[in-house]
């Protein structure tokens, strides 16, 4: 009887360890930051800012923020698929003048992962992604959304518990105005950051 009992345990825990490497499922937190150059924006704020005299810095947009959160669909550890959502802020602060704009995002959408394992265990695998993520932006008087691609490349650091995956990605985010013809609110950025996996 003992001998069944440790029988049907062994065989209940290879099937989870088995259904565990053929779908795995996660959450992540995201922090990425973005370096881009929204010309438009950024000759608002040059003209905006006429009358002042910059002692130091540029008031041009260089930098942005972007914090998120989403799912993991995990299969065979080789494919992965990510819906998420994504707020994005790009601060600017010119103390001299007293002003302060914000350049912001609101993204949400689909990423899809290829896992190219790095060993036969697969502990660790190159990222390469592709995704569609509609983009909802905003600048002062300005809004506008759209839906663009993002491609991603990185390493996967595949933990069961904890899988951290550092993720290098060009986001191409950009429309014109809804109202204001002809002005281009362009988020498209290089970014790095990373995704926490749990």
Do not use: C
Not at 141 to 151: A, I, K, L, T, Y
Request: glycine content about 8%; charged content about 15%.
């Amino acid at each position: 009887m003992r001998k069944h009992i440790l029988l049907t345990i062994a065989f209940l825990i290879s099937l989870n360890v088995s259904a565990q490497e053929v779908f795995d499922f996660k959450f992540f937190p995201s922090v990425h930051f973005g370096f881009y150059n929204p010309e438009d924006v950024n000759a608002w704020i040059e003209n905006d800012l006429g009358s002042y005299y910059i002692t130091s810095g540029t008031s041009d947009l260089i930098l942005n923020i972007n914090m998120g959160i989403g799912f993991g669909f995990r299969f065979f550890n080789l494919v992965e698929i990510q819906p998420l959502i994504e707020y994005s802020v790009s601060p600017k602060v010119i103390t001299g003048a007293d002003k302060t704009y914000n350049f912001t995002k609101f993204s949400g959408g689909m990423m899809t992962n290829f896992l190219a394992p790095l060993s036969p265990t697969k502990k660790n695998s190159i990222i390469i992604g592709v995704g569609l993520l509609s983009n909802s932006m905003s600048f002062e008087d300005f809004s506008g959304s759209s839906v663009n691609p993002r491609f991603q490349t990185g390493v996967s650091i595949n933990n069961k518990r904890f899988n951290p995956q550092v993720i290098i990605a060009y986001d191409l985010a950009k429309t014109t105005d809804d109202e204001y013809e002809g002005f281009e609110l362009d988020y498209s950025s290089v970014r790095i950051g990373v995704n926490l996996n749990f």
